[in-house]
């Protein structure tokens, strides 16, 4: 589908076919070649109250094999090392 530039002002607006879904906020980059990329925004949960209050971020190691470099084992945050 090809849509054409117009200007409003001092600005440039694509108008967005009636068809498509719209986000009520984007963000906007260029990308490689002169693209204009929109990007619906999405709200960011570690700065929302309730979820960070309802979530646990503490790190559990994935891993529990043979120590590569140096590491210590049992050392974090809150076990006094």
């Keep these: 589908m090809i849509i054409k530039a117009r200007k ?7 108008t967005v076919p009636s ?16 693209q204009i990329i929109y990007t619906p925004t999405t709200p960011n949960p570690f700065l929302d ?3 960070v209050a309802t979530h646990d971020f503490s790190q559990k190691e994935a891993f529990a ?4 470099g140096n590491e210590t084992p049992g050392c ?3 076990s006094g090392c």
């Design 8 to 14: 409003v002002g001092k600005s440039t607006v694509l």
């Design 19 to 34: 068809d498509m879904v719209t986000a009520a906020e984007y963000e906007v980059c260029e990308g490689q070649d002169g």
């Design 49 to 51: 109250p309730v979820f």
């Design 65 to 68: 094999g043979r120590m590569i």
């Design 76 to 78: 974090g945050s809150n």
